[in-house]
């Protein structure tokens, strides 16, 4: 690209707080009784006049009698998060200190992820810096880690929200390496012949594309358990010969949104300096339709020797993580997780909003569901059906099929495919993302969006 990468984008930090942050008093509904009681008749006043509220999730500006504004207050409330953001959206433009006396360490954490969420605005590398409502703290112990989920978040979102003639195949693999020269990390781009050769379902998904298909491969650490993310890196999808309606193409620029997901959680595993062996895998492709295309019912190979019938050209997802989980599974990983937009049964089954999540091990799957209660980051444990397995084998005329007998329980047989490639033993998930939100929230703009991101960052860094 001609531009600088969208990893290299510089998002306001977090500083500790100075003397010239406008105070933000942050209480609960109950707190707020008592600390209404300490204000000048003046700004009690303001605040009636004003119609604001004092019940959870509200915020407003407190004023001196001269009209300067002297600060400004925020009543949490569940979720903290994007109750914070709504706050953001809400007050003026400048940098508050948080102010608080019985507010938890998560909670602040929360705070200033909320108030960082809420400033994201897509963009096209614009060097450009928004009037933000920001927020500091006393301490700088939450900011490293806020900081670092919150520019992974919006790395997530900005490759995500890119239009395909942009974010091709080649163009992922650019980001990559740019995110892997800011950290000083190892990679290598395999495309060509040699994909061909070594990852012939990456190269069958992507062959009739202009810009060619490639396999990222991204190795970061040297200490502590290895943990490999694999990402589904479709820059578009037209659906192949099976072609998608015109509706049903308009948002698949999102079908990247794996891979996505991978590079906005690496960076920020390696801004945290986790002690981990991180490795991240991309099977980046378009499908699109020439004379190279693959046809449905054609017999492709894969770098596990699993023949696989194609059952459909417009689930080709699974195919391009099948080579990349394959080659996963040579380092013996502790955990490896792949983020993928694979199913619209999922999506069925979900909604848009909560994605679902399949697992080998039930403790693994009860371990993300928690971490995601505690980043506000959802997810939902669902089964790897095993009577569904079967449907794989009787699916396919000539080989194993890639999308079974039935057209129900579309999401849990495309887990079992992948499961094909990764056996039951290994410690693995596969997470199933929407990677978009049809309509904006506070801290959550439609467009591209991070799902699952801090639940997996969370576990991550609890296997440290």
Known sequence: ???????????????????DDLPLHVMTADEAVTWHDTLSAYQKAFIE?????????????????????????FISGAPVIWQAAKAAKTLPARRYRIEAQNLSAKDIEAILLGFSLAQYQPHLHSDSTPNLTTATCHTTSSHE???????GTMLCRDLINAPANLMTPATLAEEATALAKQFNAKISITTGDDLAKHYPAIHTVGRAAEVAPRLIDMQWGDKGPIITLVGKGVTFDSGGLDLKPSKAMEMMKKDMGGSAHVLGLAMAIMMTNLPIRLRALIGAAENAVSDKSMRPMDVMNTRAGIKVEVGNTDAEGRLVLA??????????????????TLTGAARVALGTECPALFCNHDDTAKAITDAGKTENDPLWHMPLFEPYDAQLDNGGHMALSSTGSSGYGGAITAALFLRRFTGKDVNWAHIDVMAWNLASKPGRPKGGEAMGLRAIYNYIEQMC
């Open 49 to 73: 006049t004003s119609g604001a509220s004092m019940t959870a999730g509200s915020s407003g500006i407190l004023l001196n009698e001269d009209g300067s504004q002297e600060g400004a207050y």
């Open 145 to 151: 880690r806020t900081h670092a989920l919150a520019r």
């Open 323 to 340: 080579d990349a989980l394959d080659l996963a599974l040579e380092d013996n990983p502790d955990f490896m997780v792949d983020f993928a």
């Open 1 to 19: 690209m001609t531009q600088q990468t969208y990893a290299a984008i510089n998002y306001p930090s977090f500083d500790k707080a100075t003397k």
